[in-house]
């Protein structure tokens, strides 16, 4: 899966809000899925080493395609990871 330059909706005190292109493929396909992710998290701003670090990861909307596509790629595996995550943005 391939996650494209977020691009921002709002960001109001602590709070992002945003939506990333997303393409994913499964194995031994041709076929890539393309779709939109909406997601919000809340921001910790370093300014000293100009870095914002997201906390509190939760996705909202996938696209239709990449849902279905989503699931297909991790059917019947164990989930590695949830809605909540961390990620740092220098």
């Not at 996938?62 to 949830?82: D, E, N, T, Y």
């Amino acid at each position: 899966m391939i996650v494209y330059q977020p691009q921002l909706e709002s960001w109001t005190g602590n709070t992002l809000s945003a939506y990333a292109a997303v393409a994913v493929k499964t194995q031994g396909s041709s076929e890539t899925a393309y779709g939109v992710i909406w997601f919000t998290a809340r921001t910790e701003v370093d300014k000293v080493n100009r870095s914002v670090t997201l906390n509190d990861f939760n996705h909202g909307r996938l696209a239709p395609a990449v849902l279905w596509k989503l699931r297909q790629v991790f059917a019947g595996q164990p989930p590695i990871c949830s809605r909540r995550g961390r990620a740092t943005l220098e």
